[in-house]
C-alpha cells in the first residue's frame, strides 16, 4: 500500500483488507513500515514492549523473532514498527544494498514458512508517507502496488510522481513490481468533487481501479482507538462491508500474472 501523501487511507486499508483476508482464511501478514506505527496500535500490538521492522532492515533481526501473532485471527501475523524506525530512513543511507534489506529478510521469512509446509497468501506492507528508502524498500519487495486515493483535491498529482518511482524500480530493482489495484477512500458519493475524481481514475485506470469505494465512516476511524478494525469493532457497518468487499475482489482477482524471467 503505497502513496506518498499522508491520510489517504492506506493504514486503514491495509488492516481492514488485511483483517478481511485473514478473516476469510487466507493466510496473511501485514507489515508496518511507518514509524508512527498506527497499523500496529490498529492489531491492538503494545508498541514499547516489542521488536519490529526498524530491528529486521537495520539490525537484520530475523522477522521471525519480530512477527507477532494477532489475538482473534488465527490466520494473522504482524510485524510492528516501533518509534525507533523513524531512525531507519536516515541508518540504511549508508548501507549496502540498502533498497534490499527488506526483500530479503521477507524472502528468508517465506522461505523458512514454506519449508515447513506453511505458505502466506497475503503479505501487505504498510508504507510510510513518502518516497524514501522505506517505501523504496517496500516497492522492492512487492508483486504488486495497491495505491489508495482520496476523492479530494490535488489527490491525482501526486499519482505522477509515484508511478515514476515504479517506473524506475521496475527498470532497476524489481521488474515484478506492477500497480495492480487503486482503492477509493473516505469516498462522500454526494459530492460532485468526489463523482469526478472517481470517475477521472475510472478513465484512466479501468482495469486497476476497484469500483467499490470506501465510503466516510465514522465507525471505520474509530475502531483503531479500540484497538481493532472496523472488521471486529462493527463488522455490520458500512466501512466494514465496503472493506470485506473489496478484499474479496482483491482475492477473486488472485496474483499478477508472473513475468517469464521470474519463471526462469
Ligand atoms: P494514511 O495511512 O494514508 O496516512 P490513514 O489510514 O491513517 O491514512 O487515514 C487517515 C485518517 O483518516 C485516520 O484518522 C483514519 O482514521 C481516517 N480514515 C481513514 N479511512 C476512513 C474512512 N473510510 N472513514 C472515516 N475516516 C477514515
Ligand atoms: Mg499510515
Do not use: W
Not at 138 to 159: F, T
Not at 170 to 199: C, F, P, S, W
Amino acid at each position: 500500500m503505497a502513496n506518498q501523501k499522508g491520510g489517504v487511507g492506506k493504514t486503514t486499508s491495509a488492516v481492514n483488507i488485511g483483517a478481511a483476508l485473514a478473516m476469510g482464511g487466507l493466510r496473511t501478514l501485514v507489515i508496518d513500515l511507518d514509524p508512527q506505527g498506527n497499523a500496529s496500535t490498529a492489531f491492538g500490538v503494545q508498541r514499547d514492549e516489542v521488536q519490529g521492522m526498524y530491528e529486521v532492515i537495520i539490525k537484520d533481526l530475523p522477522i521471525k523473532e519480530a512477527a507477532l501473532k494477532v489475538p482473534g485471527y488465527p490466520a494473522l501475523e504482524i510485524i510492528p514498527a516501533t518509534q525507533s524506525l523513524a531512525n531507519a530512513e536516515v541508518e540504511l543511507v549508508p548501507l549496502v544494498a540498502r533498497e534490499l534489506r527488506l526483500k530479503r529478510a521477507l524472502t528468508n521469512y517465506l522461505n523458512e514458512a514454506a519449508a515447513r509446509g506453511e505458505r502466506f497468501d497475503y503479505v501487505i506492507i504498510d508504507c510510510p508517507p513518502s518516497l524514501g528508502l522505506l517505501t523504496i524498500n517496500a516497492l522492492v519487495a512487492a508483486d504488486e502496488l495497491l495505491i489508495p486515493i482520496q476523492c479530494e483535491y490535488y489527490s491525482l498529482e501526486g499519482l505522477t510522481l509515484l508511478l515514476h518511482t515504479v517506473t524506475l524500480i521496475v527498470e532497476h530493482l524489481n521488474q515484478n513490481l506492477k500497480l495492480t489495484t487503486i482503492v477509493l477512500t473516505m469516498y462522500d458519493g454526494r459530492t460532485r468533487l468526489a463523482n469526478d475524481v472517481a470517475e477521472e481514475i475510472r478513465k484512466h485506470y479501468p482495469n486497476e481501479l476497484i469500483d467499490i469505494p470506501i465510503p466516510r465512516a465514522v465507525r471505520v476511524s474509530e475502531a483503531p482507538s479500540y484497538g481493532q478494525t472496523v472488521m471486529t469493532y462493527d463488522p455490520g457497518s458500512n466501512g466494514a462491508e465496503a472493506y470485506g468487499q473489496v478484499a474479496r475482489e482483491i482475492a477473486r482477482r488472485g496474483a499478477p500474472t508472473i513475468t517469464s524471467a521470474e519463471v526462469g
